[in-house]
């Protein structure tokens, strides 16, 4: 999925303005003007847009972590884990909204997306485990769209 489909949808499960998804960016150590996050929420058609940068999208994550869970100080910041996967988006959106695997599973049920505990287990371990799924985009999309159903 693309990163600006994922700031697309995280701006409006979050109800902000482009101003505060910078400002959630910066969070996580992503400095940069409102104009440029405005450029990464436009859709593909619209005249200005750019994409969004793995980088940029692990630390709008990470700000977004930072933000709903708070920042441990007495720890060093971890390094920003890239590339971005969807099984990358979806383990941090567990992680900020605190969501436990009743909740991931409950939100996709709720989009008619079924999965299995083990399944959704397989999409959080280590790409080199046995048992390791990656997420696909029809997955972390039906995620989203239920997410965005959970927080109205």
């Given at each position: 999925?693309?990163?600006?489909?994922?700031?697309?949808?995280l701006?409006?499960?979050?109800?902000?303005?482009?101003?505060?998804?910078?400002?959630?960016a910066?969070?996580?150590?992503?400095?940069l003007?409102?104009g440029?996050?405005?450029?990464?929420?436009?859709?593909?058609?619209?005249?200005?847009y750019?994409e969004?940068?793995?980088?940029?999208?692990?630390a709008?994550?990470?700000?977004?972590?930072?933000?709903?869970?708070?920042?441990?100080?007495?720890?060093?910041?971890?390094p920003?884990?890239l590339?971005?996967?969807?099984?990358?988006?979806l383990k941090?959106?567990?992680?900020?909204?605190?969501?436990?695997?009743?909740?991931?599973?409950?939100?996709?049920?709720?989009?008619?997306?079924?999965?299995?505990?083990?399944?959704?287990?397989?999409?959080?371990?280590?790409?080199?485990h046995?048992?390791?799924?990656?997420?696909?985009?029809?997955?972390?999309?039906?995620?989203?769209?239920?997410?965005?159903?959970?927080?109205?």
């Amino acid at each position: 999925m693309l990163n600006n489909d994922v700031l697309r949808s995280l701006r409006y499960i979050l109800n902000t303005s482009d101003a505060q998804m910078a400002e959630i960016a910066a969070l996580g150590g992503c400095a940069l003007g409102e104009g440029e996050m405005r450029a990464w929420l436009m859709r593909e058609e619209e005249t200005g847009y750019r994409e969004c940068p793995d980088e940029a999208m692990a630390a709008f994550l990470d700000g977004l972590v930072y933000l709903k869970r708070g920042k441990d100080d007495s720890r060093p910041t971890p390094p920003l884990e890239l590339p971005v996967s969807n099984n990358l988006i979806l383990k941090k959106l567990r992680v900020a909204f605190e969501l436990r695997d009743d909740d991931l599973l409950a939100i996709l049920r709720t989009v008619d997306f079924p999965l299995s505990k083990s399944e959704l287990n397989a999409l959080f371990r280590k790409p080199g485990h046995s048992n390791y799924r990656v997420c696909g985009d029809q997955l972390l999309r039906n995620f989203l769209k239920g997410l965005a159903q959970r927080q109205a």
